[in-house]
């Protein structure tokens, strides 16, 4: 049964856009390089007992890691191995700005497992417990250090499969180092410059906003009364691309697993502890005065939703799933999936997210917005995990005490720093990033350098909203456009299992759920 259908809002659709898309779904997931997901795309070990993937005929090839890059070629001193679908579970990998600089050594992209990679232990919210080593099916992994492993098709089943079906990119990047917090805040502003250096005087963890003001690393926004840990805090005055949404009348949200509850937690499987659903320093639009909603007020109705209200376009996760069913989705939307479910290492994992993907894109392939949204799935960061190609570095950096990635610096040309702000080394790391959508080229792989500001870039052509301003990275973000064929969108079965642009999978096993679907 698909989701019910109710009354249209007051002025769907009245904002004009430059393509068919309508709606945008962006799901924003944590934590993963694009080797650690694809780096054997499309071929995949298909071990007894596990979900098997073959690949249609006619599979273009990726950017992967290939013979001369795999063992035992690879110039690390542990080489990439691969992780069976039973060790889902892993270490949250060491993804610092300045360590993961020394972990690239000058483009040689050789010293992961030296600057990067974990032991046995992961820092959790009660603080460090011990991580739990993956049953070893074959070759042990390095001992106590993971951070060279990738899965395949078998265990990231769906997204393999997505990318059969839809458009993927193998050419990505983070729009600077570092972890969660400066991915979150490219994502909406392309800008992580111009945050308030601490508002916490008993900060006793390491720097989070550099004295520059820059963010390379995770504060918590000041002022979120669901803030968790004794670091350091953070506000901007600045825009972003809410504020741009907000300015042309359309319909939008951030919607976050866990917003309305700060105590809520989950325990994924296999896992022994519960990790809280909501994570404030994952929620970019809470850094911002003019997008805040730092009491976690709910909409004062479904109608409200994407619209001004006491909500401020900042919603639990549940309030999207009641929009979609009452016929209110907005008309740009992005998702955060609770804790346990965002596929970060430590407290989630790859089977985990798969359910939390598959589950939501069903369920928008059931619905009436189908026929005229994208969804974008995105990762906020690589956690650190290896992936063997050098990012192009458009935005140079001389921060001693920050920048790493020739020594002591991440170039030293003025006119390659965007407004001469520090601390914006980039592009970082390698992720995937997948568009699914009735209107995406099928069973393509796109080699266009994109960054995670190229999904901003296309929120602000597609509503024409103008661009942040500011030296924000949008100036530089190549567009999403080539992974699209708007030329009238899919018609009936593609040739490649799909009707009229779904694939419906299994979240368990990440395989198509309909008979005549399989690969």
Known sequence: ?????????????????????????????????????????????????????????????????????NAPNNPNSQQPFRLDRSQAITCDQDHNYKDEQQA??????????????????????????????????????????????????NTVTALWNYAQHYAMSDNSYSTTFGPSTPGALNLVSGQTHGFSPDLNPNKTTGTAV?????????????????????????????????????????????????????TASHTAPGHTAPQVDYIPHHEPFQYYQSTQNLQHLPPTSVDKIGYPDQANHQYDLTNWQDALKAGN??????????????????????????????????????????????????????DGWYDHQMSPIVNQSQDTANDALRGTDCGTNANATLGGYQDRCGYGPRQPLLVISPFAKTNFVDHTITDQTSILRFVEDNWQTGKIGNFSFDTKANSLNAMFSFGGGRQGDDGHGTSGGTLLLDPTTGQPAQKGHEN
């Open 210 to 262: 550099s004295p520059s003001g820059t963010v390379i690393g995770d504060p918590q926004p000041a002022g979120d009364k669901c803030d968790t840990r004794d670091t350091s805090t953070s506000v901007s005055s600045g825009k972003n691309i809410g504020d741009l949404l907000n300015a042309k009348g359309v319909t939008w949200g951030w919607f976050q697993g866990g917003f309305a509850n700060c």
């Open 329 to 382: 989705m907005p008309s740009v939307s992005f998702l955060k999936a609770p804790g346990y479910q965002d596929g970060h290492a430590g407290y989630s994992d790859p089977l985990s997210e798969q359910t939390f993907l598959v589950n939501t894109i069903n369920t928008l392939q059931k619905s009436q917005y189908w026929k005229d949204t994208a969804v974008v799935v995105a990762y906020d960061d690589s």
């Open 104 to 153: 690239f050594d000058h483009g040689l992209m050789d010293k992961f497992p030296e600057y990067v990679g974990r032991g046995t232990t992961t820092p959790g919210p009660g603080g460090a417990t011990a991580c739990p080593t993956p049953p070893s099916p074959g070759t042990p992994p390095p001992p106590g250090n993971t951070v060279m492993g990738y899965y395949d098709g």
């Open 1 to 69: 049964m698909g989701i019910g259908v109710g009354n249209a809002s007051p002025g769907e659709h009245s904002v004009p856009t430059t393509t068919p898309i309508k709606h945008l779904v962006v799901i924003y997931q944590e934590n993963v390089s694009f080797d650690h997901y694809f780096g054997t795309y499309p071929q995949a070990a298909n071990p007894s007992g596990e979900p098997r993937f073959t690949a249609a005929s006619g599979t273009p090839s990726a950017n992967g890691l290939g013979t001369a890059l």
